[in-house]
């Protein structure tokens, strides 16, 4: 019982500077900083969704940290401060690629480095932005989506005609290809 307890408490190291993180409480939400080093912020899974947007709590001014020591080498990848092994993936927080973040594909954590926090509430000052910018996102979605449902309808057609083969006159199948090449 010992031993687990002591496992779930394991200090956790920065994954930039090697430092110990110091447990912090805000907004009711557990995080932990690297107070000692590059100030560089841990979230489990989701949570730091909870203050990306500037009507939430501004974890990097609650908390009063500051880079005291700039990250060395953000273009490695790092290592989960949690699961200590697993390498984080690296991504752009939006379509504005404007901040990376460090998330553990094993226990979804996340990993901000000082400063990109306030730079993603940055992005988008207000809910509005926000949608439009996931509204950009979905058109292009839906662009490709279009594109791909083409294919299969006229993939379909063309099952249908093979099936219908036997069945329809000539004629009767080649119109009905002639009306999907128009539509
Ligand atoms: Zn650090
Ligand atoms: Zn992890």
Redesign the pocket.
Known sequence: MGSTLSFVEAEMT??????ALSPHKVGGVAVDV?D?????IWFDQFEFRKFDEQKEPDVEKTLKVAAR?R?SSTSDQLDCPKCTTIKMMRYFSSTKRKVTIDECPSCAGVWLDAGELTAIRQEFPTEESRKAAADEVYSELFDVKMELERDKSVREVENFGRMFRFILPRVGLLRLQLDCGRG
């Open positions: 920065c994954p930039v500077c090697s430092k690297c000692a080093g590059c100030a560089g020591v990250p």
